[in-house]
């Protein structure tokens, strides 16, 4: 290591171990089955059952936190089929 | 159309995964389009490697089975917006990957992105051997240790055989990247040096990385080495192995070579 090692502020052990925490917590949790695909899939299919959905306009995106997982589903429903349900 | 690589090694843990995202996110800081996909099912770690392991939602297997549109599978690098990252499935078989999904991904890819570049999971197996598949280069990732240069020579075989440009008679481009060279053990014939291993599996080198803690450092934190610090001598390796696949031609420095205190405290840019 050169000298400017002594210098450098955050280590990275740390955030090494956080981030394994926080992924295993949730990988053993899910063992098998995963909640959040579960819901996933079922949000999906409820929606599916009323609107016609275009793969292209639903974007799932997930983030994991140390506490909760957030899983945001956004479904573009055009205006067609809001008429339509109305 | 873009071009494919497989990282791919036989052996395990000689960093064909660290490598895959090194030289992936090298050429995206080009401004290139590159996609990194992880073959290795039931053990992937590209995401981890990257840190996208908690963004996670759709994965190759389901790209494959047509329950996710592959738009909806990849994830986009936080740092870079040229860069993209296809994981593996965590929970399915390996069966799973048919040579039929696995053509159809891929030529889809191709379209869309500059680089494909597929991190083989270690073995020989099924996995392994699509991950080959369509590759229009490999880089074949050696440590100088034995077993390592003989599962190399194993993987240059299976190169040369199973795959589509085999099979249509053309010739694979190989290259070598010669990982956790450590220069001072090699010199003082503790370890087999960068021409031992270059005679025994005779294809051409693209790059050598030496051994050192920043990669250990990198993947702590989630991050490329060539993202987490672009001036340490691993990446520096990278950046210039990425030079290389793009075709041009660069002198190969031994990383680390005869560097005394004065190289050390002065010149990284030596390393």
Sequence with gaps: MSIFGLFRKNKSAPMARERLQVLLAHERASAGSDLVSILREEILAVIAKHVELDADRVHVKMDRDENMSILEIDVEIPLKATLQAA | ?271
């Design chain 2, 1 to 271: 159309m873009g071009k494919v690589i497989v990282v791919t090694s036989g052996k395990g843990g000689v960093g064909k995964t660290t490598s895959t995202a090194a030289l992936g996110a090298a050429l995206a800081q080009n401004g290139e389009r590159v996609v990194v996909v992880d073959f290795d099912v039931g053990l992937r770690n590209l995401d981890l490697v990257m840190g996208a392991e908690r963004r996670v939602v759709y994965d190759l297997v389901n790209v494959i089975q047509g329950e996710a549109k592959l738009t909806q599978a990849l994830i986009r690098d936080k740092r870079l917006e040229s860069l993209f990252l296809l994981p593996a499935s965590q929970t399915r078989d390996k069966d799973n990957l048919t040579t039929e999904g696995v053509d159809r991904v891929i030529t889809e890819l191709k379209r869309v992105f500059d680089w494909v570049i597929c991190d083989s999971p270690a073995g020989i197996e099924r996995g392994a051997t699509l991950a080959m598949r369509h590759a229009d280069m490999a880089v074949v990732v050696t440590n100088p240790e034995v077993s390592s240069v003989r599962d190399s020579d194993r993987i240059i075989g299976l190169l040369d055989s199973k795959t589509l440009k085999a099979e249509r008679g053309e010739r694979m481009e190989k290259h070598l990247l010669l990982t956790r060279y450590d220069a001072v053990r090699a010199e003082r014939g503790d370890m087999l040096k960068v021409d031992d291993v270059l005679e025994i599996l005779s294809i051409p080198l693209i790059g050598i990385i030496p051994e050192s803690s920043d990669v250990l450092r990198a993947s702590n934190m989630g991050a490329p080495v060539t993202l987490a610090d672009a001036r340490c001598a691993p990446a520096m390796a990278y950046f210039e192995a990425a030079r290389r696949l793009r075709g041009e031609q660069l002198p190969i420095s031994i990383p680390g070579d005869k560097r005394g205190i004065f190289g050390k405290i002065f010149g990284r840019k030596a390393a």
